[in-house]
């Protein structure tokens, strides 16, 4: 431990009590990664935080001695978001559990951000209101991870990223000081740093207190299961679906191989010979779902579907959804090891990009599995390699890496909602140029002048902040400055 790790160790130490501080090496270890659980760095110092003052009063400690620091939520950030410093402070918010308020006049809520996002839901629900977005994790990942990753879920296509449903954080700057970024109401004038802030990956600084919209529960939800033949006939049908006006609650894609590995693990019982299958939901009205469920069927039908099943209530629906759900991990039962990439295409290039990454699996002898947000164009292949094998994971790494190329090259993004983390940085440059990385580094320093916040995260070249980008003109204006 560096002498200043340690002087911040023993400061925080008289001022939280030891209880709240781990140092114990074992103990250390099992913060060491994140959902990314092949990068592991173990933390120098963890402060389980219990209250914003905590979490200010390790950030503040950080400040003064110039030492890195990292915020973690649950932890299961798939891109390394919450790799710890190994001369640094993890500062873990799991411990602030609180749900503050729940509000049904106003429609919103105030959260810890340690709270996990299905306990707002369930919080919310005896008042007819629910929290829309809706990770695949959303038993166990929390509301200030969520906030940090911007992230999304299968009803997002409909409702909106985690940024459409927060009104308001608090933040501890990276300095320390406590601030407010919007509330309650849904716009503030100014610059919209609350904006700038969700998204971010927790390098401008730790949320202590997180306002939510909440969402009435719709009047009607309708939810099919229709298996194709093939990836090409899925995709058609969500073309279909979505060029005829209609806006599902949710479409969701697997493969033959996701599939299978959802039968292996929990035996959800989809159309067997299924090349792919769709999971449509369609809400609200009663009169309104009827008529466009009964459209969904009818272009799902005509694109090939050999099978549909309707679920007849809860019950039904929750065993539809179980397969989609348990996907991710059910990739364990059908291979020792899988990266999980995450990136986006235009929709309308769905049934192309899938057809090229087949290509690319039976080229190299790679296998993929497929499961993903069709409805917006976010793919999540699950690349799979034993390594136990010698170079099967350097193979897997380039199968995944020339997935993301497909991405780009068809006008999509590196990334649709697990972030950049650790895992993407070395991506960012394929995407955007160095004026638009310096201009993005512009906003960090104006939160982070010391760049102690998560650094090491998101950019692939670390500069310091007294580095002034490279001055450069309009005519050079480039994708980070329109967006
Ligand atoms: C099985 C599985 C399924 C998943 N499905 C989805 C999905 O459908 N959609 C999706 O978007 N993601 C999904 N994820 C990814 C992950 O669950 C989300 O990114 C989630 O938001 C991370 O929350 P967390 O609490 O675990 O954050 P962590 O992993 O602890 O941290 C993630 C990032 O947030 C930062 N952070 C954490 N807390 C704070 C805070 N209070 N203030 C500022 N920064 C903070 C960290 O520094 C880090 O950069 C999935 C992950 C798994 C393992």
Redesign the pocket.
């Known amino acids: 431990m560096t002498p200043r790790l340690s002087a911040v160790g023993q400061t925080l130490r008289d001022r939280l009590g030891a209880q709240r501080i781990v140092d114990d090496p074992t103990e250390l270890e099992t913060y060491a990664c994140?959902?990314l659980a092949n990068i592991r760095v173990r933390p120098g110092l963890v402060v389980l935080a219990e209250n914003a003052a905590d979490v200010a009063a390790a950030v503040g400690a950080c400040a003064d001695a110039g030492v890195p620091f990292?915020?973690?939520?649950?932890?299961?950030?798939?891109s390394g978001?919450?790799l710890p410093h190994a001369e640094g402070v993890l500062i873990v918010?799991a411990r602030m559990r609180k749900i503050v308020a729940v509000d049904p006049d106003d429609g919103c809520a105030v959260v810890q951000?340690g709270v996990i996002n299905l306990d707002v839901t369930r919080a919310a629900a005896p008042y007819g209101l629910h929290y829309a977005p809706d990770?695949?994790?959303q038993q166990i990942?929390?509301i200030?991870?969520?906030?940090?990753?911007n992230?999304?879920?299968a009803h997002c296509l409909k409702y909106g990223f985690t940024a459409h449903h927060v009104t308001g954080c608090s933040v501890v700057t990276p300095d320390g000081e406590q601030v407010r970024l919007g509330g309650r109401a849904a716009e503030y004038p100014g610059y919209d740093l609350l904006g700038a802030f969700i998204g971010s990956?927790?390098t401008l600084?730790?949320?202590?207190e997180v306002t939510v919209r909440l969402t009435r529960d719709a009047e009607s939800v309708r939810t099919l299961l229709a298996g194709f033949e093939s990836t090409d006939d899925a995709g058609a049908a969500v073309s279909a679906i979505i060029g005829d006006g209609v806006v599902p609650a949710a479409i969701e894609m697997m493969d033959a191989l996701a599939i299978e590995a959802a039968e292996a693990a929990v035996g959800c019982g989809y159309p067997a010979g299924a090349g792919a299958v769709l999971v449509v939901e369609i809400d609200g009205p009663l009169a309104e779902v009827e008529h466009t469920f009964a459209a969904v069927q009818e272009h799902c039908r005509a694109c090939g579907a050999f099978e549909i099943r309707v679920a007849a209530d809860d019950n039904e629906r929750t065993l539809i959804w179980r397969g989609r759900k348990s996907a991710?991990?059910a990739v364990g039962r059908i291979s020792p090891n899988y990266i999980v990439q995450d990136g986006v295409i235009p929709r309308t290039a769905l049934p192309e990009v899938l057809r090229a990454m087949t290509e690319l699996s039976a080229a190299s002898g790679v296998r993929v599995a497929n499961v993903f947000h069709a409805g917006d164009g976010n793919l999540h292949p699950l690349v799979l390699f034993d390594g136990r094998v010698e170079g099967a994971e350097e193979r897997a790494e380039e199968v995944s890496g020339a997935i993301l190329d497909l991405c780009i090259a068809h006008g999509g993004s590196i990334t649709g909602?697990?972030?950049v983390?650790v895992d993407k940085a070395k991506h960012m440059p394929r995407m955007f140029t160095d004026d638009d990385l310096d201009t993005m580094q512009l906003v960090r320093c104006a939160f982070d002048p010391a760049g102690i916040c998560?650094p090491g995260?998101v950019f692939p070249t670390p500069r310091l902040c007294g580095e002034v980008p490279r001055v450069h003109h309009a005519e050079e204006t480039t994708p980070a400055e329109i967006f």
């Open positions: 994140d959902g990292v915020a973690r939520g649950s932890g299961t950030g798939l978001g919450a918010t951000p990770p695949s994790s990942c929390s200030g991870g969520n906030v940090a990753e992230s999304g879920g990956e927790g600084g730790i949320t202590t991710f991990a909602e697990h972030g983390g998560n995260k």
